[in-house]
């Protein structure tokens, strides 16, 4: 089991920029997928981006792209979520998740963290 602690959330207004952090500890991770999902309040937790652990590759939402970038530090095992131009529409509750699987399917992770609240003010 991966254990995952997200922190970096907050009030930010439109068009500024936060960065997200996920400390994971329990495992190695060389094998695994890290991700970002968010849900807003009402709506269906959806998948922001993700990175693999052992290449570094990334890959993101297309609402996001060019916005927002995933990076990793594997001395720290530490995955961030760089958000720039913040728009009103990213408020939500962002979540980091490691999964085996190379997925965007919430169903497809089986680690969570426990959530923090990003909102941005128009």
């Known amino acids: 089991q991966v254990q995952l602690v997200e922190s970096g959330g907050g009030l930010v207004q439109a068009g500024g920029s936060l960065r997200l952090s996920c400390v994971a500890s329990g495992r190695t991770f060389s094998n695994y997928n890290m991700a970002w999902f968010r849900q807003a309040p009402g709506k269906e937790r959806e998948f922001v981006g993700g990175?693999?652990?052992?290449?570094?590759?990334?890959y993101y939402r297309e609402s996001v792209k060019g916005r927002f970038t995933i990076s990793k530090d594997n001395a720290k095992n530490t995955v961030y979520l760089q958000m720039n131009s913040l728009k009103s529409e990213d408020t939500a509750v962002y979540y980091c998740?490691?999964?085996?699987?190379?997925?965007?399917?919430?169903?497809?992770?089986?680690?969570w963290g426990q959530g923090t609240q990003v909102t941005v003010s128009s």
């Open positions: 998740a490691a999964s085996r699987l190379l997925t965007t399917t919430p169903g497809g992770y089986d680690s």
């Open positions: 990175i693999q652990w052992s290449s570094g590759s990334t």
